[in-house]
């Protein structure tokens, strides 16, 4: 028997890349329900070759449901997942409303399934921040090898982090820009098209921002808390896809050709590093992939047991939905979870 699965925030970017990517992996789901707010109510999605009419979240009877993915920002989060998690749901968020709860688990199947089953305690299960997920798939293999001191990490981070009205301003300013029209800020605080903008979450106290403090965070509760590691994160004009440039410092020496042949073999990771003109990967080729790629590994002799490297990923796959939906599948593979039986 398979699962009921419910998606809230269908309509939303990650929403409809859930839909997606279950269909696309064939989860083992006997009905999948798109749940969105009231106004969306009969708005269709897709979902495989079916086309799904949006049900209401607010009047949703969760009772027979197995998992319900969840891509609705904090707010509803945080409203919803306790309720829906009390009916026997596992609820897996991707929201930042429950990653830095100590009953919570924040997962990333590559790094650290094993810590999955503590969802028994709240019925909920955090996705990480789309910078940190494809961040940790590439640094896990190499802390297992030499030991991860320090981090250093530079983001360069799509538009589509920012949701639908985020591609939309980039899109919209690129053609005013392009048909001599009036550029405006909706969104974001400056100009995105042609332009960068070093602020992504709100500023804190020390002046990073919040998108910069959920990397640290997020990297001591999933890899590891002794690991020190400090972000500048970026919103650069491109539509989907995360680039991180990376500098590592080790406990013990490990060459660059000996962190190439580590990646290759972990799971996640896809090296692609040739020392040539075009040899690398960029957002634009990243896009609609579920792999985490690394490219430009070298030694930095400006420390000890010193790497650099260049990290790239789709944030709304394995930053956002496809880690959702790989944590759906670590539950059911390890038999943690089982089928409710539904009504006939």
């Not at 991707?94 to 990333?108: C, G, K, W």
């Not at 490219?295 to 796959?317: C, F, H, K, P």
Request: proline share 4%; net charge negative; hydrophobic share 40%.
């Amino acid at each position: 028997m398979g699962f009921k699965v419910a998606v809230v925030g269908a309509t939303g970017n990650v929403g409809r890349e859930m839909l997606d990517i279950l269909a696309e992996r064939a989860f083992p789901a006997d009905e999948v329900v798109p749940l969105a707010s009231r106004r969306s109510i009969g708005q269709e999605v897709s979902y495989g070759d079916k086309t799904l009419k949006v049900k209401d979240l607010a009047t949703y009877d969760f009772s027979d449901v197995d998992i319900c993915l969840m891509s609705a920002g904090g707010d509803v989060a945080r409203e919803w997942a306790p309720k829906i998690g009390a009916q026997g749901v596992v609820v897996i968020d991707n929201s930042s409303a429950f990653r830095y709860d100590a009953d919570v688990p924040l997962i990333v199947p590559e790094v650290n399934a094993d810590a999955v089953a503590g969802f028994t305690k709240r019925n909920i299960i955090a996705n990480p921040n789309c910078s940190t997920a494809q961040l940790v798939v590439a640094l896990k293999p190499l802390h297992d090898a030499a030991g991860i001191k320090r981090v250093v990490v530079s983001t360069y981070q799509s538009v589509s982090g920012a949701g639908k009205e985020g591609m939309d301003e980039l899109f919209d300013q690129t053609r005013a820009i392009f048909s001599a029209g009036e550029v405006k800020n909706n969104k974001f605080t400056k100009r995105i098209a042609f332009n960068l903008i070093p602020h992504i979450d709100v500023f804190m106290e020390d002046g990073f921002t919040k998108e910069e403090w959920k990397m640290t965070a997020e990297t001591k509760k999933i890899l590891d808390p002794k690991i020190k590691l400090t972000a500048t994160c970026v919103r650069v004009p491109v539509f989907i896809g995360h680039s991180e440039a990376v500098n590592i410092e080790f406990e013990k020496p490990i060459t660059a050709d000996e962190a190439r042949d580590i990646l290759r073999s972990a799971p996640g990771c896809l090296v692609v590093d040739k020392r040539e003109p075009g040899g690398y990967i960029t957002p634009h080729e990243a896009a609609g992939e579920d792999a985490t790629y690394i490219s430009r590994i070298r030694e930095d002799g400006t420390v000890e047991n010193g790497l650099a490297m260049w990290i790239v990923s789709d944030n709304l796959r394995k930053g956002a939905a496809l880690n959702a939906v790989q944590i759906a599948e670590c539950l059911a593979n390890r038999k943690l979870i089982t089928a409710k039986k539904k009504a006939a």
